[in-house]
């Protein structure tokens, strides 16, 4: 598959012909056929859906034919890396560093598995943590029923094209009843201007389970675009607790999109928190459903944009059953010319009565450059429910910065400690160890050259 271009003009014989072949390679080095048979249904839909464009609503501010070249792309090429961590890049092993206690490591170069540890006692207890090839052979039927059921093909033709072509995945199962206290800790590190990076991560959380994952990717700046396309799947069982976070760090250059599904049984709880702080575009499509009486959902989102940089983040909250809450929380600041874009939807349905949902964004404008949208919707089918959105955009707050220069401090650490205060909101609502520094370390980084 390595040889293989993309494709977004419509089909040619050439790239269907270079598909099968892959299809065949990817049978023949051990991937079950249901998975191939997947994967070519996957290609197909990824043809016969057209690029989405600004007429769609919910594309209307990130134009595709414009940012994103697929033609041009290509799958990551090369060897693995040896699990020895003297050999990798300085600034992976710097991130890495950085990181605190886990139950479990990965770490992924350029798209290849270079190192995998678990706590033997939490394997004991039956948790799983595999790469997806690893679990197709080790864990088949796991596999088997929960992947691509969350996140399709035809969800969309960016999800399709990773459906057909993912290259990495991690695979994640608690048992019921079993808690992880430390999180799982995930590296991805990306060095290779040009290519496409197709990445999945499906967990599965049995009922009354507990289980964070947090997941960084990393990269130096790129003259040539780079595409990190990734899908999540998260399944959290009757009880469950499951907290899901990303940081995305990657250099200029790189097209970040991220289409995640959470599925939230009876009293189970699913947490996200999105990090946005580099790559030149981030699209997030983030669903979050309510299926069962008592599931809950917090929905957190940070970004940090500075430059041309671009952020654009798709949310829904679908309520499906009575007696579930949701409520999201997305804070930004732009310096620059900067832009970013929130559109979110609360759905409840029909019979989804005493539903208890919220939805807030707020945006901090520190240059005249930078701009910022918000797009707050309800869609409302029943008559006992507590729902509500807001949306604010506004420029840093003078009169807390000229207070904090009349206590001794001067302009750029006044506007740091104002900037840090009104993200500091978000992580603080999910202080998982080691993510709220790292994040601030690299927002200070970058308000330390806001002039």
């Given at each position: 598959?390595?040889?293989?271009?993309?494709?977004?003009?419509?089909?040619?014989?050439?790239?269907?012909?270079?598909?099968?072949?892959?299809?065949?390679?990817?049978?023949?080095?051990?991937?079950?056929?249901?998975?191939?048979?997947?994967?070519?249904?996957?290609?197909?839909?990824?043809?016969?859906?057209?690029?989405?464009?600004?007429?769609?609503?919910?594309?209307?501010?990130?134009?595709?034919?414009?940012?994103?070249?697929?033609?041009?792309?290509?799958?990551?090429?090369?060897?693995?890396?040896?699990?020895?961590?003297?050999?990798?890049?300085?600034?992976?092993?710097?991130?890495?560093?950085?990181?605190?206690?886990?139950?479990?490591?990965?770490?992924?170069?350029?798209?290849?598995?270079?190192?995998?540890?678990?706590?033997?006692?939490?394997?004991?207890?039956?948790?799983?943590?595999?790469?997806?090839?690893?679990?197709?052979?080790?864990?088949?039927?796991?596999?088997?029923?929960?992947?691509?059921?969350?996140?399709?093909?035809?969800?969309?033709?960016?999800?399709?094209?990773?459906?057909?072509?993912?290259?990495?995945?991690?695979?994640?199962?608690?048992?019921?009843?079993?808690?992880?206290?430390?999180?799982?800790?995930?590296?991805?590190?990306?060095?290779?201007?040009?290519?496409?990076?197709?990445?999945?991560?499906?967990?599965?959380?049995?009922?009354?389970?507990?289980?964070?994952?947090?997941?960084?990717?990393?990269?130096?700046?790129?003259?040539?675009?780079?595409?990190?396309?990734?899908?999540?799947?998260?399944?959290?069982?009757?009880?469950?607790?499951?907290?899901?976070?990303?940081?995305?760090?990657?250099?200029?250059?790189?097209?970040?999109?991220?289409?995640?599904?959470?599925?939230?049984?009876?009293?189970?709880?699913?947490?996200?928190?999105?990090?946005?702080?580099?790559?030149?575009?981030?699209?997030?499509?983030?669903?979050?459903?309510?299926?069962?009486?008592?599931?809950?959902?917090?929905?957190?989102g940070l970004y940090f944009g500075d430059g041309d940089q671009h952020f654009d983040f798709n949310t829904s909250q679908d309520h499906t059953e009575p007696n579930t809450g949701s409520d999201l929380l997305y804070k930004g600041a732009l310096d620059g010319a900067s832009r970013a874009v929130f559109r979110g939807i609360i759905r409840v349905l029909p019979g989804a009565q005493r539903t208890d949902a919220y939805q807030t964004n707020r945006n901090?404008?520190?240059?005249?450059?930078?701009?910022?949208?918000?797009?707050?919707?309800?869609?409302?089918?029943?008559?006992?429910?507590?729902?509500?959105?807001?949306?604010?955009?506004?420029?840093?707050?003078?009169?807390?910065?000229?207070?904090?220069?009349?206590?001794?401090?001067?302009?750029?650490?006044?506007?740091?400690?104002?900037?840090?205060?009104?993200?500091?909101?978000?992580?603080?609502?999910?202080?998982?160890?080691?993510?709220?520094?790292?994040?601030?370390?690299?927002?200070?980084?970058?308000?330390?050259?806001?002039?």
């Amino acid at each position: 598959m390595a040889d293989m271009a993309i494709t977004d003009s419509p089909t040619t014989e050439g790239v269907t012909e270079a598909f099968n072949a892959a299809s065949v390679k990817l049978l023949t080095s051990g991937e079950p056929e249901w998975l191939c048979e997947c994967r070519e249904r996957a290609w197909s839909v990824y043809e016969k859906t057209p690029m989405p464009n600004t007429r769609l609503e919910e594309w209307r501010y990130t134009d595709l034919k414009r940012m994103l070249h697929l033609a041009s792309l290509r799958l990551p090429e090369g060897g693995v890396a040896p699990d020895n961590p003297s050999t990798w890049p300085g600034r992976l092993r710097e991130t890495m560093e950085q990181d605190r206690e886990a139950a479990g490591h990965i770490v992924f170069i350029d798209g290849h598995l270079v190192h995998a540890d678990i706590d033997p006692a939490l394997a004991e207890q039956g948790v799983i943590l595999d790469s997806l090839h690893d679990a197709l052979t080790l864990h088949p039927e796991l596999v088997k029923e929960h992947l691509g059921s969350v996140v399709s093909a035809e969800d969309g033709k960016l999800e399709a094209l990773n459906m057909a072509l993912w290259t990495d995945g991690i695979f994640v199962y608690v048992p019921s009843a079993v808690r992880l206290d430390l999180p799982i800790r995930v590296t991805r590190w990306i060095s290779q201007p040009g290519a496409a990076y197709f990445s999945r991560v499906l967990i599965v959380a049995e009922a009354q389970s507990q289980v964070s994952y947090v997941e960084e990717v990393v990269s130096d700046d790129f003259d040539t675009q780079t595409l990190k396309s990734s899908a999540v799947e998260l399944v959290a069982g009757d009880g469950a607790v499951l907290q899901y976070v990303t940081l995305q760090r990657a250099g200029r250059g790189v097209f970040v999109h991220s289409a995640q599904r959470t599925l939230a049984e009876r009293d189970a709880r699913i947490d996200t928190l999105n990090v946005g702080l580099g790559g030149s575009v981030h699209r997030v499509d983030l669903n979050a459903k309510l299926l069962g009486p008592g599931a809950n959902s917090e929905m957190l989102g940070l970004y940090f944009g500075d430059g041309d940089q671009h952020f654009d983040f798709n949310t829904s909250q679908d309520h499906t059953e009575p007696n579930t809450g949701s409520d999201l929380l997305y804070k930004g600041a732009l310096d620059g010319a900067s832009r970013a874009v929130f559109r979110g939807i609360i759905r409840v349905l029909p019979g989804a009565q005493r539903t208890d949902a919220y939805q807030t964004n707020r945006n901090l404008l520190l240059s005249s450059g930078a701009r910022a949208d918000s797009l707050p919707n309800l869609e409302i089918e029943a008559d006992d429910v507590k729902c509500s959105h807001g949306a604010t955009i506004g420029e840093l707050d003078t009169e807390a910065k000229f207070y904090l220069m009349s206590r001794g401090l001067d302009k750029v650490q006044a506007e740091r400690l104002v900037v840090l205060g009104f993200l500091g909101e978000v992580l603080s609502r999910l202080p998982l160890g080691g993510v709220i520094e790292k994040v601030t370390g690299a927002i200070e980084e970058k308000l330390s050259q806001h002039g």
